[in-house]
Structures are given as C-alpha cells and as structure tokens.
C-alpha cells in the first residue's frame, strides 16, 4: 500500500504502535503462530466463535476459498454475524471468486491483516508479517473494533446493492475443484450433479472471466494469471 493510499484511511498508526507493542514484548500481545501454522488454531478459534467475525485480509486465494467453505457455513448456523475486507485489487485480479462466496464483501485499502472475534479477541501479525499474536486486553480490543468499523462503513460494497454475485455459489463450488484438477466427472459426483452441468457452469465461467479456454479459465480462478 502507498502512503497516499495509507493517508486516505484514518487510523492505520494503530498497527505501527501494536508493532511496536509486540516487538517490545508487550504482556498484552500473545504470539499465537507463524503464519504457515495458522490453519489448525483458526479451525479451534471457529468453535468458540459466538457472535461475530471480522476479518480483513491483504491477500485471496484459491487455498482460501477452500478453508472459506468449511468455516463460512459453520459459522452460518450459528447466525455468526460475518464482515470481510479485501483490497479491490484481490478481488478483480487476484481472486475473482471471492465476491461469490464472501456475502456482504466490502473493498478498502488493507495494509495489515486483522481478525476480529466476538469483540474480545483480535489476531494481527507482527511487523514482519512472520508471526501472528492474539490479543484479548479491553483497550486493544476496543481500538481494534473502533477501527475495523470505521473502515468498514468506508469502504465499498463488492457487489453493489441490487446486483447479483459474479458466480452461482455451485460455480464456486465447481471452480475450487476444477483449480485442483478434478475431472468433470470427478467434480460432478464430488458434488451431486449431472456432467452436463458442470461442464456447462465451466462454460459459462470462462465466458464471465474472459478465458480464452479451460486452462485459461483455471489460471484465472487461481489467480496464477490476472
């Protein structure tokens, strides 16, 4: 992110003072992980989640979407109220999925990454984006909230009010398994459909991004070409 892009959103000192703050050793920051170990403690975080989660990430990925399925339905049936940021750029070039499965998506500029759970608990990186660190203190809490909010009413909705997502949610679905390499067949008995659909749910894929063919369409999806 640029500093004009960065001047443009109030509030973003707060994650140089938490720098500083866990660089420091500060007892109110916990290191939870490094970023490579981060799936198996968010599956246990989803457990206890109750109320809400805000997330907002700098990067999207295909890897994503599949964690995304799982913990976004779960949290579903719990009526879990679910707020994510993207950059714009992730989302028109990096992962043009997200918007169809990510409801109520919004797009700002993220400098740093942030999940926020039932207002009691946040997870942010550390200065070097190597480490994540958890932190349940009320005052950082609070900032965090007053920020995420902030920034969350300024920022842009995904897909605007009274327009439908790029893709049916069982294009989604068809799109995660065709990036790992599933055949037609394969994807049409993994998810209860005729070959027919999903051959023409690729189709109709290919046709919305663009792609020239198939492997074009896949390279797409998983963001290895924008």
Known sequence: MSSAERSDVPGWGLFDTWHALIDAG????????SVLEVQEPLARLERSITVSLWNMQRHYSTYSLRSVVTFDASLRRKGVEQRMILPRRVVERRSPLASSLEKGLRLAPVAHPLLICDHRLIMVGDSTGDTIHT???PDIVAHAVHFYDALWRAAVPAVP???DPP???RMVDVAILLVDGATDREIARTLGISERTVS????????RLGARSRAHAIALISGAES
């Open 167 to 169: 893709f049916t949610r």
């Open 200 to 207: 023409a749910d690729v189709r109709e894929m290919s046709k």
């Open 135 to 137: 932190s349940t203190a």
């Open 26 to 33: 500060d007892p109110r920051f916990t290191l939870l992980c």
């Open 161 to 163: 009010k009274g327009e």
